[in-house]
């Protein structure tokens, strides 16, 4: 991402918000338009195909919690998403809030690395009020491996998997859609079988990156 596209999303999402709020003279002012985040985990299952990604506060994900590092959207608030990103990650409980994401399942991180690949032979689907925006969007977009990967236990001697976040796993949202905390907006990854064992407390994580309304009247 780099100021000359970051600035083309910011318009194109002013631009969604005038569509869905006609009566609104400026709604960047009206609503603070800013750049912002949504960050929906989900435990990875040995025994489940869909991975719903809920985006509001008040809707718990299959843990029946939302676990302390995701970013949820409020009810009042809109929400633009510009870039989507897909990630796995192992944190060592539910409250680990020290744990790094990975752009793709890497073996010297995940005892079972090579079942997760299931995840990444999914598909995206978003709907709102009904309407499905995304059609067949693969999730192998999402999948990232760098030059430099870890290939031990991270330490001396053993590096980390190279990632820049500004970029790996991220994936341009076009045409946009908006979520609006009104609305009945589903978010799920479907894969095509579930993966025959999954390392515990492993994770599953998507990041809606684009532009937040404040405060903002609910769409219909």
């Known amino acids: ?8 999303n910011f318009k194109n999402a002013v631009m969604i918000f005038e569509n ?7 709604v960047v002012e009206a609503f603070k338009l800013t750049q912002s985040s949504l960050r929906i ?5 040995a025994t489940t195909t869909l991975y719903p990604f809920p985006i509001l506060k008040n809707q718990n994900n299959a843990a029946g ?3 302390n590092t995701e970013l949820r959207l409020n009810m009042q608030d809109t929400f633009v998403p510009t870039e989507v990103g897909l990630f796995v990650a192992l944190p060592t409980s539910s409250t680990d809030a020290a744990y790094r994401l990975h752009s793709y399942p890497n073996q010297a991180v995940f005892a079972n690395a090579v079942q997760m690949r299931t995840l990444y032979n999914g598909q995206l689907i978003i709907s709102v009020n009904n309407y499905q925006y995304t059609y067949s969007w693969d999730a192998q977009r999402h999948w990232v491996t760098n030059q430099t990967q870890a290939t031990a236990a991270f330490g001396p001697g053993s ?7 500004a970029d790996d796993g991220f994936y341009p949202m076009q045409p946009y859609v908006l979520f609006g905390g009104a609305q009945n907006v589903e978010v799920s990854l479907r894969v095509p079988v579930a993966p025959t064992a999954v390392d ?10 684009g532009v937040l309304g404040q405060n903002s009247t609910p769409v219909s």
């Open 65 to 67: 919690t939302i676990f």
């Open 159 to 165: 590096p980390e998997d190279q990632n820049n976040f």
């Open 41 to 45: 985990e989900q435990p990875i299952s």
């Open 200 to 209: 515990a407390n492993s994770r599953l994580i998507a990041i809606f990156r």
């Open 20 to 26: 869905a709020f006609k009566d609104v003279t400026n």
């Open 1 to 8: 991402m780099n100021p000359i596209a970051a600035r083309e």
